[in-house]
């Protein structure tokens, strides 16, 4: 019988989910509130407040109940008409996402950067809001399949300029490095509870600025179940929201946003800074190859790579999951078989990532590497970042 059957869970360093802290287990089951009393409004009062840091704004952050892709449709759908045109940035399975998404709720977008190690150039991608007259771009901040982090800081900018609607997935990055939305010129974001905010999936955050909500209040957009209006009108009436609310899972993440503050959201950007730089050192030292090979900027959450030759990228994630109840993620869409893809998102530390290191060492031994294990563990503590 393995550990798993004895009923010891896999730990997980995938990119979402990831592993809920205790604290918030116990917090998401700690009471049991109906979703309409004035207690529960207070929770969920404070945990939109507290998440304000997380996004860098001052504006209002709106709860929706639903996992991450369905608050981005539904921002789509609330903010963007088919008088609209978007350029979805494409460089990722989840930038290409947001274009099905636009596409399937007819919305004309076109569909740039379609490869996976394709860096936004900012001169191309202002040639082509001239050239498509653009009124919109979608773009993911850390694309989850490739860890391919798009400068939302820049693009933000030509969005500004050009006065275009700037709509941000980030759902694995948030929590996990800085993001400013009011800075940055961002006109909607979206993250959800299971990536950097150490929660279980369910719940989704967004922020719209001042442009997005103005579009929102002149359309009538299709979406009944997500709807801006309905949520805004909620929230100010008495913090509410429209429907049964997702109410352990606000408790859930009213905690985890507590842990945020504790621990300061500077330091939380700095340790998972921190720990992908060292990830990204150990995995070179033990013969893996950086995914993308010419990445302008690699993510925080999670570190992509091909094993050396030899090594069978598939295999290696099974092993250390059966082997070690260690859980990492496998190639997404076209790196399926080829990469692996570690997570340091969220609720990980020096010590969590010293075990998945040893461990992805110990278990490249068993499936016959022949270099002698330690490498790794090496470049880990040293930290140096290529
Ligand atoms: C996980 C993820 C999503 C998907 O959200 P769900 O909560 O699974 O619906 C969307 N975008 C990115 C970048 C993600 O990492």
Redesign the pocket.
């Known amino acids: 019988m393995t550990a798993q059957e004895y009923g010891r869970p896999n730990k997980l360093f995938t990119?979402?989910p990831v592993n809920i802290p205790n604290r918030v287990s116990l917090a998401s089951i700690q009471a049991c509130y109906h979703h309409r009393v004035d207690e529960f409004a207070q929770i969920l009062t404070e945990t939109l407040e507290l998440m304000k840091p997380v996004f860098g704004t001052q504006r209002q952050v709106y709860p929706v109940h639903t996992?991450?892709?369905?608050a981005?449709e539904g921002v789509i759908n609330n903010i963007l008409t088919p008088e609209d045109k978007a350029i979805a940035i494409c460089n990722g399975s989840?930038g290409a996402?947001a274009a099905k998404m636009m596409e399937r709720n007819h919305i004309p977008c076109v569909r740039c950067w379609e490869g996976w190690s394709d860096n936004v150039d900012l001169e191309e991608l202002e040639r082509l809001i001239r050239l498509h007259k653009a009124t919109a771009i979608t773009v993911?901040h850390?694309?989850?399949s490739n860890g391919l982090v798009n400068p939302i800081w820049e693009i933000g900018k030509l969005a500004r300029r050009y006065d275009l609607m700037l709509i941000v997935?980030c759902?694995?990055a948030a929590g996990c490095a800085p993001f400013q939305f009011d800075e940055w010129g961002v006109d909607a974001v979206v993250t959800?509870s299971?990536?950097g905010l150490m929660s279980p999936?369910g719940m989704s955050f967004c922020v719209l600025s001042e442009k997005a909500e103005r579009a929102c209040a002149a359309i009538e957009s299709h979406d009944f179940y997500i709807d801006f209006k309905s949520i805004r009108k909620n929230l100010e009436k008495n913090g509410q929201t429209p429907g049964s609310t997702p109410v352990s899972l606000v408790l859930a993440v009213h905690e985890a946003v507590k842990m945020i503050q504790e621990e300061g959201v500077e330091q939380v950007f700095a340790r998972h800074h921190d720990l992908a730089r060292r990830t990204r050192a150990a995995l070179e030292a033990m013969g893996f190859q950086l995914f993308p090979k010419n990445c302008a900027f690699r993510s925080d959450s999670l570190t992509v790579a091909a094993p050396p030759d030899g090594l069978d990228a598939s295999a290696l994630v099974a092993h250390m999951r059966k082997r070690y109840h260690i859980q990492i993620g496998g190639g997404l869409g076209e790196q399926a078989g080829k990469t692996i893809r570690i997570a340091h998102m969220g609720y990980c530390y020096m010590e969590d990532m010293l075990q998945c290191i040893a461990v992805l060492e110990a278990a490249m031994a068993d499936l016959g590497w022949k270099e002698a294990p330690g490498a790794g563990l090496s470049a880990f503590l040293a930290g140096e970042d290529s």
């Open positions: 990119p979402g996992t991450g892709r369905g981005m989840f996402m993911v850390n694309d989850t997935d759902v694995s959800a299971q990536k999936a």
